[in-house]
T-cell receptor, first 115, second 114 residues
Framework: AQKVTQAQTEISVVEKEDVTLDCVYE???????LFWYKQPPSGELVFLIR??????QNEISGRYSWNFQKSTSSFNFTITASQVVDSAVYFC????????????FGKGTSLLVTP | SAVISQKPSRDICQRGTSLTIQCQVD?????MFWYRQQPGQSLTLIAT?????????ESGFVIDKFPISRPNLTFSTLTVSNMSPEDSSIYLC???????????FGQGTRLTVV
């Protein structure tokens, strides 16, 4: 069975602080994809990143960076110099290659960035 | 990326009635899914909408309650039948991109049952 755990339910930071959102996953499969999505108050899900299990390179996109470590089954997401517009719920998700294309989502982390 | 339009964006419905949610994609896609997000919760997969055949439902979801249609490769509907307040949720349509990797989501339908 596959499982995604986001232990942080809510995080509150002041603007310009760095913040890391944790994601731990469980799967016995060797081929899988990991995702992060952002859900602002308007409700839509915005795709942020996809990582496959064979690519452990960390990625940086502007103020966003992701740290994928297979040894600890973690795929953490860091926002540098946070801004108020970063306030949203962030979901980590897992898709296993041989289990179709549907996603297993974590419970989400609600991030509040205050001025 | 695929552009997904969902209608309606929100609705308030009386218990015992049914609501049909539409999902339109701007390109042909193989895989379409329907998810439910109950208040303050994560997303749960309801079913996979299969073109030309019955939808494939996840455990806990049945066709009588959530009938799904998929008449072609760009359109699907989800009906929430005989609604109760427990059905109050955001319902999201999702498609897998052309490279069968990313999943893209519609803006969701925020349903309140009173």
């Amino acid at each position: 069975a596959q499982k995604v755990t986001q232990a942080q339910t809510e995080i509150s930071v002041v603007e310009k602080e760095d913040v890391t959102l944790d994601c731990v996953y469980e799967t016995r499969d060797t081929t899988y994809y990991l995702f992060w999505y952002k859900q602002p108050p308007s409700g839509e899900l915005v795709f942020l990143i996809r990582r496959n299990s064979f690519d452990e390179q960390n990625e940086i996109s502007g103020r966003y960076s992701w740290n994928f470590q297979k040894s600890t089954s973690s795929f953490n997401f860091t926002i540098t110099a946070s801004q108020v517009v970063d306030s949203a719920v962030y979901f980590c998700a897992l898709r296993v290659w041989n289990s179709g294309y549907a996603l297993n989502f974590g419970k989400g982390t609600s991030l509040l960035v205050t001025p | 990326s695929a552009v997904i339009s969902q209608k309606p964006s929100r609705d308030i419905c009386q218990r015992g009635t049914s609501l049909t949610i539409q999902c339109q994609v701007d390109s042909q896609v193989t895989m379409m899914f329907w998810y439910r997000q109950q208040p303050g919760q994560s997303l749960t997969l309801i079913a996979t909408a299969n073109q030309g055949s019955e939808a494939t439902y996840e455990s806990g979801f049945v066709i009588d309650k959530f009938p799904i249609s998929r008449p072609n490769l760009t359109f699907s509907t989800l009906t929430v039948s005989n609604m109760s307040p427990e059905d109050s949720s955001i319902y999201l349509c999702s498609v897998v991109g052309a490279e069968n990797t990313e999943a893209f989501f519609g803006q969701g339908t925020r349903l309140t049952v009173v």
